[in-house]
């Protein structure tokens, strides 16, 4: 079993950052795929960013050169440096962690960001 617990949502302007950080309990990097996804009112859950085990990072278009994801091994967390933020940005931001062999996957809590225009 793996608990992820997100944290540093919030109310934020556009054109403004934030950082989340989601926390594992234990270390995971080597072997799970860690991943960000964010859901907004009346629409599915989609993806935002990954970082592989190996550290090759992939983006959704819509965020591609305005976020970044990141891992810190040492502290078991990965973050999402989120800049120059839009209204659209606006969800609820789910950790993700993914085994493809196994078929293994665990989610946080989410934790809801709002962009204001």
């Known amino acids: 079993q793996v608990q992820l617990v997100e944290s540093g949502g919030g109310l934020v302007q556009a054109g403004g950052s934030r950082r989340l950080s989601c926390e594992a309990s234990?270390?995971?990097?080597?072997?799970?795929?860690m991943g960000w996804y964010r859901q907004a009112p009346g629409k599915q859950r989609e993806l935002v960013a990954t970082?592989?085990?190996?550290?090759?990072?992939n983006y959704a278009d819509s965020v591609k050169g305005r976020f970044t994801i990141s891992r810190d091994s040492a502290k078991n967390t990965v973050y999402l440096q989120m800049n120059s933020l839009k209204p659209e940005d606006t969800g609820v931001y789910y950790c993700?962690?993914?085994?493809?062999?196994?078929?293994?996957?665990?989610w946080g809590q989410g934790t809801q960001v709002t962009v204001s225009s």
């Open positions: 993700n962690a993914n085994q493809k062999l196994s078929g293994y996957t665990y």
């Open positions: 234990r270390n995971i990097f080597s072997i799970y795929t």
């Open positions: 970082i592989a085990e190996g550290g090759t990072t």
